[in-house]
């Protein structure tokens, strides 16, 4: 029987404990396990860097709802990335990554691994003929975020994962703001999926942590091995917040779409917005393939303003309801000015934001109350 998204978020890996019934798997505190004989491991567990319980029903759900062969839960988005550079590449190779990528994903590219010895090139990954005049015979992966972070730029998973195929490269798709719920990137031809699950996926902005789902099952052991050999793993508790949080992701995530279809109404009619970033609006030039690979279109928005740096800076301290603050995807709306906060690291570059723009995580509070507190930032 093929199970939907939502019966998979709330039963997958997360069978009664077969000793007390609880419907909730256990937080095992625990960082050693007895073994029956040397060499006898009970239940598969030794170490609880290598396996742990309560991990192992995250990363079995995670697996489950992304529709993979393999996953793995770590201490953070960074560290999950980090992992796969490290089982993927050697010094030497090279990847293309996308020219509006994440802050931090930049900084571990310019600042860590190029130091290895690690080449990437940033491409517009909706220009096909770009990112194919980028590939080199050393080019390993093609990362892709869609929509991106923080100008919501789409590209096409299905093309990509040609291109990156007909080249020996590998797909590898941060699908944090998508999240597993709107986005299936593993069912287009993606090769692996990352998330940062301190965003949509744990929801309430009271855990840090990130995973990775693999297609190929020998690939995700590989991934599995550096996973335990470099250590950045979820520990337990996080684990099970995070796990806590993937059972409302899909009611959560229509409420996202919902409040921020509303925000993009009032922000397109206001006068003081120049433009509004957002997939789900027609004019949107990646629009066309959002809605071919997407459920929906997101709870990110992000819209530049009259006026300059200054001006939208103002607007972030103005805010009331929306909180000024870095990260996204939690059940409370927040506001920041990307320039100065998340992209920070990219000042200079070829992936330096534009200094007008604001970015919004649109949560799910009562929808009225976030578009008076929109209109009072703006005035």
């Not at 550079?85 to 293309?96: A, E, N």
């Not at 091995?225 to 796990?243: C, E, I, R, S």
């Not at 530049?304 to 909180?323: D, M, P, S, Y």
């Not at 998340?342 to 929808?367: K, Q």
Request: net charge negative; proline share 6%; aromatic share 6%.
């Amino acid at each position: 029987m093929t199970e939907g998204f939502e019966t998979l978020a709330i039963h997958a890996g997360q069978e009664a404990d077969p000793h007390t019934g609880a419907v909730v798997p256990p937080i095992y505190a625990v960082s050693t396990y007895k073994q029956d004989g040397v060499g006898g491991l009970r239940s598969g567990y030794e170490y609880s860097r290598s396996a742990n319980p309560t991990r192992t029903a995250l990363e079995e759900a995670m697996a489950a709802v992304e529709g993979g062969a393999r996953g793995l839960a770590f201490a953070s988005g960074l560290a999950a990335e980090d992992t796969v550079l490290r089982t993927v590449c050697k010094p030497g190779d090279h990847v293309i990554i996308p020219n509006d990528a994440y802050g931090g994903t930049y900084r571990l590219f310019a600042k860590v691994h190029e130091r290895w010895g690690l080449h990437y090139d940033p491409v517009a990954l909706d220009n096909m003929n770009a990112v194919g005049a980028a590939i080199t015979p050393k080019t390993k992966i093609i990362w892709v975020e869609t929509p991106t972070n923080p100008l919501l730029g789409v590209s096409d998973i299905a093309a990509l994962a040609e291109l990156a195929h007909d080249c020996g490269a590998l797909l590898v798709v941060d699908n944090t703001f998508a999240s597993p719920y709107l986005q299936q990137p593993l069912a287009l031809g993606a090769d692996i999926v990352v998330h940062s699950t301190t965003k949509y996926v744990g929801g309430h902005s009271d855990v840090v942590g990130g995973a990775l789902v693999a297609a190929d099952p020998e690939l995700g052991e590989q991934l599995a091995f550096h996973q335990n050999a470099m250590g950045a793993v979820a520990g337990p508790f996080d684990a099970w917040l995070t796990l806590r949080g993937l059972k409302t992701l899909a009611v959560r995530m229509e409420r996202h779409c919902d409040n921020a279809e509303r925000v993009v109404d009032l922000l397109l009619a206001h006068p003081k917005v120049i433009s509004v970033l957002y997939p789900g609006m027609p004019e949107h030039p990646g629009h066309e393939i959002a809605a071919k690979q997407m459920r929906r279109f997101g709870g990110m928005v992000s819209f530049r303003v009259a006026g300059g740096e200054a001006q939208a800076v103002e607007i972030c301290n103005r805010a009331k309801l929306f909180t000024l603050g870095e990260s996204l995807g939690g059940v409370e709306s927040l506001i920041e000015h990307p320039g100065r906060m998340t992209h920070a690291s990219a000042a200079g570059s070829p992936l330096e934001v534009p200094g007008d723009l604001v970015r919004l995580s649109v949560g799910i509070e009562s929808i009225d109350d976030l578009l008076a507190d929109l209109t009072q930032a703006l005035s």
